[in-house]
């Protein structure tokens, strides 16, 4: 892995650790780390891609901003803010 792609990662490890400290600017914070992700040319982690809403880009937060529910083996997360919902196989 290259220096450049290492930093990255770090930046964007750092950037959703922030996001559950600072959830004010969670929005951004997401949006910095997908910006960032797209730049380096690596995804995103998959726990933390499963965290980010793909309709509205908010840092979902169980309980505070979606509700989970678990129906046939299958996770549903709706976002609160765009209604947008994703599904995970568990």
């Known amino acids: 892995?290259?220096?450049y792609e290492q930093i990255g990662l770090e930046r964007i490890d750092?950037?959703?650790n922030m996001c559950k400290v600072y959830p004010k600017n969670a929005k951004r914070y997401t949006y910095l780390a997908k910006k960032l992700s797209e730049k380096i040319g690596l995804?995103?982690?998959k726990e933390y891609k499963?965290?980010?809403c793909k309709g509205c880009g908010e840092y979902l937060v169980?309980?505070?901003n979606c509700t989970v529910?678990?129906?046939n083996k299958v996770k549903y997360i709706?976002?609160?803010e765009c209604k947008t919902i994703k599904r995970f196989n568990y």
């Open 43 to 45: 995804p995103i982690l």
């Open 78 to 80: 709706t976002c609160n």
């Open 69 to 71: 529910r678990l129906k």
């Open 50 to 52: 499963r965290l980010i």
């Open 14 to 16: 750092i950037l959703m």
């Open 1 to 3: 892995m290259k220096e």
């Open 62 to 64: 169980p309980g505070k």
